[in-house]
């Protein structure tokens, strides 16, 4: 089956600094990946969507220029949270869609920002 | 817009009992419904899509387009299907973009 690694699990940053959250589609080719994060008790919220080769579409409510999406390749798609602060402290997931396989989800990183 | 409700936060059952996850929608057209399940401590995972019409571990869901829902059962709760139960929406009109529901905690209790 499809299987998705997000990388890493749990990280912990200073504020001001960033820290890149990396997503790959280990055997697969995925031509459309997903950012989501997730608050304690809450459900999924999506933040952008992002196409291979192309600009990621961000949801309503969401920084672009803190919230950095690559999508370099069919199976890497990589987050960057650019001068974090406490408040993006959060659970981050994302989903790889394949031709095939529809939608698969990482496993999570959980960002402190202290 | 595309929505997806799950009225209940936490639902607790006995083993043996069954169950029935609740879950409404609203999409301006064909979507495509999903269910997902988090055990504890693992990721997000697929456990059925109603177009393949499918069970899986004993969980049916039928798309009801009248009433706009597409409510999880099954008819004989086990222990170890405590977990938390997410019902998603893909449809063409948002890019087929996943919307998922804020999701229901269900606990099987021995």
């Known amino acids: 089956g499809a299987v998705v690694s997000q990388h890493p699990s749990r990280v912990i940053c200073k504020s001001g600094t960033s820290v890149k959250i990396e997503c790959r589609s280990l055997d697969f080719q995925a031509t459309t990946m997903f950012w989501y994060r997730q608050f304690p008790k809450q459900s999924l919220m999506l933040m952008a969507t992002s196409n291979e080769g192309s600009k990621a579409t961000y949801e309503q409510g969401v920084e672009k220029d803190k919230f950095l999406i690559n999508h370099a390749s069919l199976t890497l798609s990589t987050l960057t949270v650019t001068s974090a602060h406490p408040e993006d402290s959060s659970f981050y997931i994302c989903?790889?869609?394949?031709?095939?396989?529809?939608?698969?989800f990482g496993s999570g990183t959980r960002l402190t920002v202290v | 817009a595309q929505r997806v409700t799950q009225p209940e936060k936490l639902l607790s059952v006995f083993k043996g009992a069954p169950v029935e996850l609740k879950c409404n929608y609203s999409y301006s057209g064909s979507p495509e419904l999903f269910w997902y399940v988090q055990y504890s401590r693992q990721r997000l995972q697929l456990l059925l899509r109603h177009i393949s019409r499918e069970s899986i571990k004993g969980f049916t869901a039928d798309l009801n387009k009248g009433e706009t829902s597409f409510h999880l059962k099954k008819p004989f709760a086990q222990e170890e299907d405590s977990a938390m139960y997410y019902c998603?929406?893909?449809?063409?009109?948002?890019?087929?973009?996943?919307?998922f529901g804020g999701g229901t905690r269900l606990m099987v209790k021995p």
């Open positions: 998603a929406l893909s449809g063409r009109n948002a890019g087929n973009m996943l919307t």
């Open positions: 989903s790889a869609r394949g031709q095939r396989y529809g939608y698969t």
